[in-house]
């Protein structure tokens, strides 16, 4: 974690983008992921709402979202998590069962979760002062694979993902 955050330190010159600004990234061989994104920002801002959405969320992953809702970094979060997350109790004997305990923590912090058959990887950071999306191809959870990352600060595009994201909280 502390790894992917000095990596993206180093690429934005220890910036968060401006309004109306997007960094793009790749990363290699696990040089980031998704949560040192939110880490990234709520090192800088305190996240007012969190709303993401991901095939599968890693335990780690989780427990430092719990963690940043413990030091008072993150108020809010909604995830919408792929279908896939709950086949894995059944097809792995319960050995990865992420499911179970990301819903037992979701219900201690109070985060809203959704099961939907979703596949999308997107990242809605809003803090006082600013929007932040995150579009990415990685997941919420480690991964040595190359990925690709839209990192912008834009009202109007949180507002579009926002927006679809209470229509699909209704229809699920």
């Known amino acids: 974690m502390n790894d992917g955050n000095r990596n993206i330190d180093m690429l934005t010159e220890k910036l968060l983008p401006a309004e109306n600004e997007c960094f793009k990234f790749i990363s290699l ?9 939110i880490k990234y920002v709520a090192n800088k801002e305190i996240i007012e709402e969190l709303t993401a959405s991901t095939l599968r969320i890693g335990e780690k992953q989780f427990v430092y979202l719990s963690n940043l809702c ?7 979060a909604t995830f919408f998590i792929g279908s896939i997350m709950k086949e894995d109790i ?3 004997s319960g050995k990865y069962d992420y499911y179970t305990r990301f819903f037992e923590i979701s219900k201690q912090y109070g985060w809203e979760s959704f099961v939907v058959n979703n596949h999308s990887k997107v990242i809605l950071m809003r803090t006082e002062n600013n929007y932040y999306v995150l579009e990415t191809s990685s997941n919420l959870n480690d991964n040595p694979k190359i990925e690709q990352y839209s990192f912008e600060n834009s009202k109007d595009l949180y507002n579009f993902y926002y927006d679809f994201f209470q229509v699909l909280r209704k229809v699920k």
């Open 29 to 37: 061989d696990g040089g980031f992921c998704s949560v040192n994104f």
């Open 70 to 76: 413990k030091d008072g970094k993150l108020k809010k």
């Open 90 to 92: 059944s097809t792995n």
